[in-house]
């Protein structure tokens, strides 16, 4: 074998080893390439859960109602004369509706939407009037929600709440009158919250508000029992 030989044979072995490091680093660049957007695909953004126009209804009408709740409860605890397991009730009363208020607000915030659209009087403790305010005729509510008419409490009145002349009778009984007529009202206003709360549950769409519309159904359902059942010891 010549040297003009051994030449041609280094040159061709050059040529066949540069030509597989290139392919290496091909290879190496489209996986890297692909390793990133598998990865990319399979972490996406953690997204907000949707909601509709059911889910901003019914927290707009909903803080109000159980502001009046916690008012009733504050006026009933404020008197002499009240038996205890009527307190308890309404101390747990409350309890679990204050944190409500709290979470939907944040709910209304975080859907960058007002608590009350259109000049609606504020989500104050006593609202006069609210039981006699169709909430079709308040600006924002029922547009775009579906079968509207099977939503009692929802395209209705805000049902069960008291009126100014009920909060001010309520503020001026005492002792058996005050308790009997917190229990006759706090029944018909929990029956309110459960129409709205099982509309929610059929119209609703954003997960937690659907969950705190079952809570309210269940937890207040058996309120209820417990105050007829208080109302027969007077």
């Known amino acids: 074998m010549n040297r003009k030989t051994l030449a041609v044979g280094a040159t061709a072995l050059a040529l066949v080893v540069a030509a597989a490091a290139c392919s290496d680093s091909d290879t190496g660049t489209t996986a890297a390439t692909s390793g990133a957007t598998i990865s990319a695909t399979a972490s996406p953004a953690e997204e907000t859960p949707a909601h509709n126009q059911s ?18 409860s504050e006026t009933l605890l404020s008197k002499n004369g009240v038996p205890e397991p009527v307190t308890v009730l309404a101390e747990q009363i409350k309890a679990a509706q204050g944190p409500e208020i709290d979470e939907m607000t944040s709910w209304l915030e975080q859907w960058d939407e007002p608590q ?7 989500a104050g403790h006593n609202m006069p009037g609210m039981t006699s305010t169709p909430m079709t ?3 924002g509510m029922g547009r775009g ?5 099977d939503m009692p409490g929802m395209n209705g009145m805000m ?8 909060m001010q009778a309520l503020s001026d009984a005492q002792g058996t009158e ?4 917190f229990l006759t009202r706090m029944i018909a206003h929990h029956e309110g919250a459960i129409d709205m709360a099982q509309a929610e549950i059929r119209h609703g769409q954003y997960p937690d508000a659907i969950e705190m519309s079952r809570t309210i159904v269940d937890a207040q359902q058996r309120e209820i029992d417990t105050m007829r059942q208080l109302l027969t010891t007077l």
């Not at 005050?178 to 007529?181: D, E, F, M, Q, V």
């Open 55 to 72: 889910d901003v209804m019914f927290a707009r009408m909903m803080i109000p109602h159980h502001a009046q709740a916690i008012e009733m």
């Open 159 to 166: 049902n069960g709440m008291m009126s100014a002349q009920e």
């Open 116 to 122: 009350m659209p259109g000049g609606m009087p504020g």
């Open 137 to 139: 005729s308040i600006p």
């Open 178 to 181: 005050a308790t009997r007529l």
């Open 145 to 149: 929600m579906p079968d509207t008419d």
